[in-house]
């Protein structure tokens, strides 16, 4: 059985160099500095230990939590009581879905023949692979951040910041990280008569696309979209996960006309990209619903209202559809050519 726990907090064991009694100095500072250069090539040292980090989870259980790996064992994973990490509650694993084994200077992971397929970085892997730290990878539905630094308390933490952060699935911001920008956006708008203005967008027909091909190509095309839709969003726009299929782009100095811009490119990219899932061409559309902060809103969440409803209408209309809602609560808005 692996040397293995599980923390849900900090856990100091920092290690740090010391003197070795009869050694020459320059010695010693030579072998320390190869070692630095064996970290800076990602070459990982055998006596530090690895992190596992759970951060994406299809029922948000034990998000955060911390499995940490000796050098020598090895870990399986998988739904089975037997195995060192076991996740009865996720279906779409198998008994025993994969492995990590700490041998020499380096971790690797190993699907064991799982129905669904074990990830590194989005890609399949085919027999062991070399886990890098920061490496993210993925048994089924569920994901996980490898770390193997010096100072893993530091990595540590930065991983848990961007748990509380951003989302696990799509790796953009979540609500709470919306929460927070969107409360400070608000109040500086007001306060300077800045314009601002709010993207909602879901996609349409998301539960018959889980239906149909299973929820992990599901988490796959919210995965795209996120994707798609970072590359359109500027620096200072917050691009968000506030939903199952629903995400929010916050956009400071940007009054109506620009956000329903922004918009339209966004519902003409998610829907003219082929969204491909192994073998199977899947067809993606979404709705979007656009507001602009207007003197009577007193609230972010009246800003969020406004926007829900122009989703709502352009959902109503037929989907696949840019609604725009303005301050005095009149709709407007484009339609996708032959849309229905």
Excluded: W
Excluded at 129 to 144: C, E, I, Y
């Amino acid at each position: 059985m692996p040397q293995l726990r599980c923390l849900l907090g900090f856990h100091a064991n920092q290690g740090h160099a010391a003197a070795v009694p009869g050694r020459d100095p320059a010695d010693q500072a030579a072998a320390a500095n190869r070692d630095q250069q064996r970290i800076e090539r990602g070459t990982v040292l055998a006596e530090s230990e690895a992190d596992v980090i759970l951060i994406a989870h299809p029922e948000s259980q034990r998000l955060g939590s911390r499995y940490r790996l000796s050098p020598g064992t090895v870990l399986e994973i998988g739904r089975s009581p037997l195995v060192g990490l076991s996740l009865p509650e996720v279906m779409s694993i198998s008994r025993k879905h994969a492995r990590l084994r700490y041998a020499g200077p380096v971790v690797t992971v190993e699907d064991l023949g799982s129905t669904n397929g074990t990830f590194v970085n989005g890609h399949p892997i085919q027999g062991r692979t070399v886990l890098k730290s920061g490496d993210r990878f993925q048994t089924a539905a569920v994901h996980f951040k490898f770390l193997h630094e010096q100072d893993v308390e530091s990595a540590y933490h930065l991983a848990i910041y961007d748990l509380v952060a951003r989302d696990g699935l799509t790796e953009i911001f979540n609500k709470r990280k919306y929460e927070e920008e969107v409360q400070r956006e608000f109040a500086r708008a007001v306060r300077h008569h800045r314009p601002l203005s709010l993207i909602l967008f879901d996609l349409d027909e998301f539960k018959q696309i889980n239906d149909s091909y299973g929820h992990l190509c599901g988490d796959f095309v919210l995965k795209q979209v996120a994707s798609l839709a970072r590359d359109l969003t500027r620096p200072e726009e917050v691009l968000a996960r506030v939903g199952g299929d629903e995400f929010a782009i916050l956009a400071p100095e940007t009054g109506i006309h620009g956000a329903e811009t922004l918009a339209l490119k966004l519902r003409d990219r998610i829907e003219g990209f082929e969204h491909r899932y192994g073998d199977v061409k899947i067809a993606v559309r979404c709705s979007c619903g656009v507001a602009e902060l207007a003197p009577e809103m007193i609230s972010p969440q009246d800003l969020y209202q406004a926007a829900d409803a122009a989703l709502l209408v352009a959902k109503r209309s037929g989907r696949n559809r840019v609604k725009v809602r303005s301050g005095s609560h009149r709709a407007t808005g484009a339609a996708a050519a032959g849309g229905s």
